[in-house]
C-alpha cells in the first residue's frame, strides 16, 4: 500500500457531511466557487495543507495535513459569527469523537485538530455573498508497510 491522501481525504469529507447542516450540497473537496452561488448559508471545503514523510525499517510514515475551511453567509454583525462559531465547534466535536477518520484499514491514526484560525471575512465577488470563515488545520499520521526493492 503506497501513500494515498486523496482515499484519507475522503474520509474527512465523510465526516464532516455527517455533521447536522452538512451534506452533499454544501462540503466539497477544493471547490470555492460553489461560494458564488450562495445557495446554501454555511459550507465546508477541504483544501491540502503541507506534509512530512519519514521512513524506517520496512515502514514509511506520512504526516498529513488537511484544512477545513468553515464558511458562514454574513447577514449581520453578531449572529453570523455567532452561527459560524456554533458550526466550527460542531465540526471539531465530530472530528474529535474519530482518531482514526472512520479507516478501517489501520493506516490511520492519531487524526487531531491541530489549530483553528482566526475568523475571517471573505468577499466571494464583487456585488457579494460575503462570508465569514474559519479554518481548521487537521493532521493525521498514515503508517505503510514497505517492502523495499533494494
Not at 524506517?56 to 484544512?67: E, K, L, Y
Not at 484560525?117 to 498514515?142: C, F, H, K
Amino acid at each position: 500500500m503506497l501513500p494515498d491522501y486523496p482515499r484519507a481525504e475522503s474520509l474527512l469529507l465523510a465526516q464532516i457531511r455527517a455533521v447536522d447542516g452538512y451534506n452533499q450540497e454544501n462540503t466539497f473537496v477544493g471547490k470555492w466557487g460553489i461560494l458564488n452561488n450562495g445557495k446554501s448559508a454555511k459550507y465546508a471545503i477541504i483544501r491540502p495543507g503541507a506534509n512530512t514523510i519519514s521512513y524506517g525499517s520496512a515502514r514509511v510514515d506520512v504526516n498529513w495535513t488537511s484544512i477545513v475551511e468553515i464558511y458562514q453567509k454574513y447577514l449581520d454583525d453578531g449572529p453570523s459569527l455567532t452561527s459560524l462559531e456554533g458550526d466550527v465547534r460542531a465540526v471539531m466535536n465530530r472530528l474529535i469523537l474519530y482518531p482514526h477518520m472512520g479507516d478501517t484499514t489501520g493506516a490511520i491514526t492519531q487524526a487531531a485538530i491541530t489549530s483553528m484560525a482566526e475568523p475571517v471575512r471573505v468577499d466571494s465577488s464583487p456585488n457579494g455573498p460575503y462570508w465569514l470563515m474559519q479554518a481548521l488545520t487537521i493532521t493525521w499520521l498514515e503508517q505503510i508497510v514497505v517492502e523495499y526493492l533494494e
